[in-house]
């Protein structure tokens, strides 16, 4: 398969990964869903870097630059995650070196002196990850990990031949008319409620995944989240709110509970429940309130949507064209439903 890059040239990624020796204090840094996590356990297999993070958009921001100088990181790799803000990257270039690889849409090349910018569209991170790492050493123990998330991120046309080979590998058929069935969508699911039992600790459910399948021990945390997914769902046909050609609902949880879930596997169900429609939910977190939009039939882009609803106050907004997020202050939510209101859409 012949890879397109939006950004950056790959022989840079090896020239970045030469260039590491053992003195250098590495930081990986990847995104909070099965894609991030993925990518990580793939690419530590070649950096073996002690500090590793997950964190979400609302959190690429002057505090991660303080703590990776105060750690005295000089070599930082970020793996699917897309940086609206460039000061960021900018800032830690003052102390380390720089490798991005990440497949969300881009608005301009990162690529510097001190920034090795990988962007290819229409991949899952995870795959690329595997694809550029398995030339330096042999991958194929994690080769269904990287199978789920091409199917949770839902980017799975691109490399057919690939994952009908994996899929036969584990006694499993990849049909992609019929992604929902099978031995890797239910694995895909577990691992993906697995991650959001441990979202306040991702560290622990990136130890949990293991090399084999049958080592995996999680259907207990994957129930649990299942269940409340699932109520969550009904009070979302109870309260949800009509806009445009979709839906906006605020989950308005009890502190404690794990029922911001809905926000990243929830949104999927009920898209993809009325792919024709589009799903805007909004929750919480402290001084911030995090976004999720979808639309399947891709007939609205989601990315530009996210973007123009935030444009000039959001801390972050990004995606792809059937998935998106975007994060705000509190204080900016009455900006953001007055944009949401007077939204002109255009066809994508």
């Known amino acids: 398969m012949k890879i397109k890059f939006a950004a950056g040239n790959p022989k840079k990624i090896y020239g970045f990964i030469s260039n590491i020796n053992k003195n250098d204090k590495i930081a990986l840094i990847s995104h909070i869903d099965l894609d991030g996590l993925t990518a990580a356990k793939i690419t530590n297999e070649i950096l073996n870097a002690k500090n590793i993070f997950f964190l979400d958009y609302s959190e690429l921001n002057e505090d991660l630059i303080s703590k990776l100088k105060g750690l005295k990181i000089n070599k ?4 699917d995650l897309n940086f609206s803000n460039p000061d960021i990257i900018k800032g830690i270039e003052k102390f380390a070196d720089i490798l991005i690889i990440d497949h969300h849409l881009i608005t301009q090349d990162l690529n510097s002196d001190k920034t090795v910018f ?20 042999n991958l194929d123990k994690w080769d269904w990990l990287v199978a ?41 699911h577990k691992l993906s409620l697995l991650i959001i039992y441990f ?7 990136y130890s949990l995944i293991k090399e084999s399948i049958s080592d995996l021990k999680i259907d207990s945390y994957a129930n649990e989240i299942q269940n409340a997914i699932d109520e969550l769902v009904k009070k979302f046909k109870k309260e949800k709110q009509k806009i445009y050609d979709g839906y906006f609902w605020e989950i308005k949880s009890k502190s404690g509970k794990k029922q911001y879930g809905l926000k990243q596997i929830g949104i999927n169900k009920l898209s993809f429940d009325e792919p024709d429609k589009t799903f805007i939910i909004i929750v919480k977190s402290g001084k911030y309130y995090k976004i999720s939009s979808r639309r399947q039939d891709k ?10 609803l935030t444009k000039g106050y959001g801390v972050n907004a990004g995606g792809h064209v059937a998935a998106a997020g975007a994060v705000i202050y509190a204080e900016d939510l009455s900006k953001f439903k007055k944009r949401l209101k007077g939204y002109k859409y255009e066809n994508n």
């Open 76 to 79: 930082v790799v970020f793996t």
């Open 148 to 188: 789920c998330s091409n199917v949770s991120d839902w980017l799975f046309m691109n490399n057919k031949k690939w994952l009908t080979k994996i899929y036969s590998k584990y006694n499993d058929k990849f049909n992609p008319d019929e992604i929902k069935k099978g031995k890797f969508w239910d694995l895909q």
């Open 299 to 308: 007939k609205y882009n989601m990315a530009k949507l996210m973007q123009d």
């Open 118 to 137: 990988i962007n290819v569209q229409g991949l899952c991170t995870g795959y690329l990850c595997y694809y550029f790492f398995s030339k330096l050493k």
């Open 199 to 205: 979202r306040k600790d991702l560290l622990k459910a």
